[in-house]
């Protein structure tokens, strides 16, 4: 599933690809993709004669403004767009095709279909699902260490776990968790509200560093991801412990182990991110 890196880096390339192009109609194939509404002709009516003002992000949510619509997109595991001249022969898998009146079209395909799209009012989107109760934005000014301590504190749940919660900060999925907290020296396991001042403050940075770095790189190509233009994320090459079950630690040499964090594959480094208070082992 695409991150926060990718889900930018498709938001910076559609910038570029199809602000200020107006929308003559879009035709639907898959209406299961429509959320909001539901029914592809409203959908249509809605969007025809509205002209893309920009494409922003809320964490892993495309936010497509228009004249007076707001069009949300999820990519969901395999959602790409892409722009093509009109009379190109659709692609498999194609399922919603927004045709502008410049003769080209912006074509949304997705091979597992779980990619969704709604329609709001502008401002209404912050206010209803899916968007609605989306934590802090952690490329954003809102992301300071006050407020990220303080959603800390106090919560006894696992730090992985609790980063992925889109409810107290967005974009974190499961690879840069592990880069995260790999690069912070911190333990997957760690309850949330026992990190110290010092830890929680390498966790804060670590998040902005290792998102940051992904995005300049242009996200991470982990198996099918592809960029809004077609073009690959180099972000992968960095990875830390992400995908190197049993390869060394960089920083130490040790064996970067695989194990289950709140039903997710998690990769750490136990040397350079040890639990405080180890169990007895039995022998
Ligand atoms: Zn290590």
């Known amino acids: 599933m695409p991150e926060l890196p990718e889900v930018e880096t498709v938001r ?8 200020g192009k107006t929308i003559e109609s879009v035709t639907v194939h898959l209406p299961r993709i429509l959320q909001r509404p539901a029914e592809a002709e409203l959908f249509d009516a809605i969007l025809q004669g509205q002209t893309i003002r920009n494409v922003e992000r809320r964490g892993k949510f ?10 949300v997109s999820h990519l969901r595991m395999e959602g790409r767009y892409g722009v093509y001249p009109a009379g190109e022969p659709l692609e498999k898998h194609t ?6 009146t410049d003769g080209t079209e912006l074509r949304y395909k997705d091979v597992r279909q779980f990619g969704t799209m709604h329609l709001f009012t502008p401002g209404e989107e912050f206010l209803l699902p899916p968007l609605h109760k989306l934590g802090l934005e ?16 106090g919560r006894t749940t696992k730090i992985k776990p609790f980063l992925l919660n889109q409810e107290h900060i967005v974009g974190i999925g499961n690879i840069y968790v592990d880069e995260a907290l790999h690069l912070a020296g911190i333990h997957p396991e760690r309850e949330a509200g026992s990190l110290k001042k010092a830890e929680t403050e390498r966790l804060y940075q670590a998040i902005i560093t290792t998102l940051s770095e992904a995005v300049e790189a242009g996200g991470s190509s982990i198996k099918s991801y592809v960029n809004g233009q077609g073009e690959m994320g180099m972000f992968q090459h960095q ?13 130490c040499g040790s064996v970067i182990e695989k194990t289950v964090v709140g039903g997710r594959g998690t990769h750490y480094c136990a040397q350079c991110q040890p639990l405080k208070h180890k169990r007895a082992r039995k022998d």
């Open 138 to 153: 952690p490329l954003g000014e809102e992301f300071t260490y006050e407020a990220f301590a303080a959603k800390l504190r």
């Open 12 to 19: 910076r390339t559609l910038n570029q690809l199809v602000k």
């Open 62 to 71: 495309l936010r497509i403004v228009l004249d007076s619509t707001v069009l």
């Open 239 to 251: 990875l830390k412990v992400y995908g190197r079950k049993s390869e060394a630690c960089y920083q």
């Open 95 to 100: 399922h919603v095709v927004f045709h502008f």
